[in-house]
């Protein structure tokens, strides 16, 4: 199991970094085109807010769950006995695999919401956002799958990550 989380969330952070590279390239066209030929590229700044910034993030959490990189504070848990450490890791994974399973579930809802009505932003041209409304739960189903996979790595170990 846990190969095939790792998989899956390494393709879904090859997404984000294949964003992050279109984002790139993007401002720096616009930036040449303002420099360059007194010209811009329009909805640059709706579809780096919209778009790229929240795939980037969003996509990208559950790569960083699998490595153990997300900011902890176990301050105290690291001078208790090795027991309650594993306690404390276990109930931490258990209350992270409710709340990402429900932040998976309404943003699911709100993205299916969004996408059947298409949504739009308030721009001076069409701007569909609904396509960015699908980064979060595909974001959210990353982590929880790591979150699963790192509590079942510790119970197996007897230790926590």
């Known amino acids: 199991m846990q190969t095939l989380v790792r998989r899956i969330n390494g393709a879904i952070?090859?997404?984000a970094c294949l964003v992050m590279v279109l984002m790139m390239a993007h401002i720096t066209l616009d930036v040449a085109l303002r420099f360059f030929f007194d010209g811009r590229l329009i909805g640059t700044l709706e579809v780096v807010s919209?778009?790229?910034?929240v795939a980037i993030v969003f996509l990208s959490l559950g790569f960083v769950e699998l490595r153990g990189e997300h900011i902890r504070v176990d301050l105290f848990a690291q001078m208790m006995p090795r027991g309650v450490q594993l306690a404390l890791y276990v109930l931490?994974?258990?209350?992270?695999?409710?709340?990402?399973?429900?932040?998976?579930?309404?943003?699911?809802?709100?993205?299916?919401?969004?996408?059947?009505?298409?949504?739009e932003a308030m721009s001076?041209?069409?701007?569909?956002i609904w396509p960015a409304r699908w980064a979060l739960p595909l974001g959210f189903a990353g982590i929880w799958l790591a979150i699963l996979s790192n509590l079942l790595k510790s119970l197996v170990q007897r230790h926590a990550l």
Do not use: H, K, P
């Open 124 to 128: 001076n041209f069409t701007f569909y």
């Open 50 to 53: 919209y778009y790229y910034m």
């Open 13 to 15: 952070m090859v997404l």
């Open 92 to 119: 931490a994974c258990a209350l992270g695999l409710v709340f990402f399973g429900l932040l998976f579930w309404q943003s699911a809802q709100d993205a299916i919401s969004a996408t059947s009505r298409g949504e």
